[in-house]
C-alpha cells in the first residue's frame, strides 16, 4: 500500500459546525503533515507530526486542532471555521530512509472544504 | 530563510515537442533536496522527480530530466515528447535534508496544446 487516503473528498460546513478531516496512511511513515492550499497558490504549511507528537504548528488559529492517534492516522477537527478557510486541505506522510538518501513526501487527493 | 522561486507564471508547449521549466533556490546549507511535484486539475500532488544535492548527476525519470546546477543554486525541469496528460501546475520544492518543512516556489501552470 503506497498511498496516503484523505476523507472527506469534499466538505461544506457551517460556521457554527463542527467537523474532522481524516487521513491514513499504511506505509509505515513516522511523520504526517497538514497543509493548506488556495487554487493556483502552493499549499501552505499547517501542522506536522513526527513520532506522533505535534512537533510544527505555524501559527495556525486555535479553531484548527489537530490530532494523531497513531502513527497511521492523523486529523484535523474543525470548529467555528470563516469563509476565508474554504481551501483545499492536504494531507501528507513521509518517507525517510537514512540508508538510501531517500526522503520525500507522498501526499493525498485532498479535501476539498467550502465554508458558507 | 530558504527560498524558491519559479520566474514562469505561466508556459505553454505543442503535443510531443520539449519544454523546460525554471526554478531557482536560495539556501546556506550545503545538504538538501529538490522536488519536482505535479499537481493536475484533480488537485493531487504528485512526485515527478527527486534530486539529492550531493549527487552531480542530473536525475531523470523517464520524460522528465533536471538540469540541477548546484553552484548557480538553479534546477530545471526538461519534460520530453510532452503529452496532454503533462498539463497540470508544477511546483518546484527544496527541503533542507536535516529539516522536516518543503518550500515551494509559486508554480508554474503547464499547458498542451494538441
Known amino acids: 500500500d503506497t498511498e496516503v487516503t484523505q476523507t472527506p473528498k469534499h466538505l461544506v460546513m457551517g460556521m457554527t459546525n463542527k467537523k474532522s478531516l481524516k487521513c491514513e496512511q499504511h506505509?509505515?511513515?513516522?511523520?504526517m503533515y497538514w497543509y493548506k492550499q488556495k487554487a493556483k497558490k502552493p499549499p501552505e504549511l499547517m501542522f506536522v507530526?513526527?513520532?506522533?507528537?505535534?512537533?510544527i504548528n505555524e501559527s495556525v488559529p486555535s479553531r484548527f486542532s489537530p490530532e494523531c492517534p497513531n502513527s497511521s492516522l492523523l486529523n484535523l477537527h474543525l470548529h467555528a471555521l470563516q469563509p476565508e478557510d474554504s481551501a483545499l486541505y492536504l494531507c501528507?506522510?513521509?518517507?525517510?530512509?537514512?540508508?538510501?538518501?531517500?526522503?520525500?513526501?507522498?501526499f493525498g487527493p485532498g479535501t476539498r472544504l467550502t465554508v458558507l | 530563510a530558504q527560498t524558491v522561486t519559479q520566474s514562469q507564471p505561466e508556459m505553454s508547449v505543442q503535443e510531443a515537442e520539449t519544454v523546460t521549466l525554471s526554478c531557482t533556490y536560495d539556501?546556506?546549507?550545503?545538504?538538501?533536496?529538490l522536488f519536482w511535484y505535479k499537481q493536475p486539475p484533480s488537485r493531487q500532488m504528485i512526485l515527478v522527480i527527486r534530486q539529492e544535492a550531493y549527487k552531480q548527476q542530473n536525475a531523470t525519470e523517464n520524460r522528465f530530466s533536471v538540469n540541477f546546477q548546484k553552484a548557480a543554486k538553479s534546477f530545471s525541469l526538461k519534460i520530453s515528447d510532452s503529452q496532454l496528460g503533462d498539463a497540470a501546475m508544477y511546483f518546484c520544492?527544496?527541503?533542507?535534508?536535516?529539516?522536516?518543512?518543503?518550500?515551494f516556489g509559486e508554480g508554474t501552470q503547464l499547458t498542451v496544446n494538441p
Open positions: 539556501t546556506s546549507e550545503s545538504d538538501y533536496y
Open positions: 506505509m509505515g511513515h513516522r511523520a
Open positions: 507530526y513526527s513520532y506522533e507528537k505535534l512537533s
Open positions: 520544492a527544496y527541503k533542507w535534508a536535516s529539516g522536516s518543512r518543503l518550500t
Open positions: 501528507a506522510s513521509r518517507l525517510m530512509s537514512g540508508t538510501s538518501g531517500v526522503d520525500e513526501q507522498f
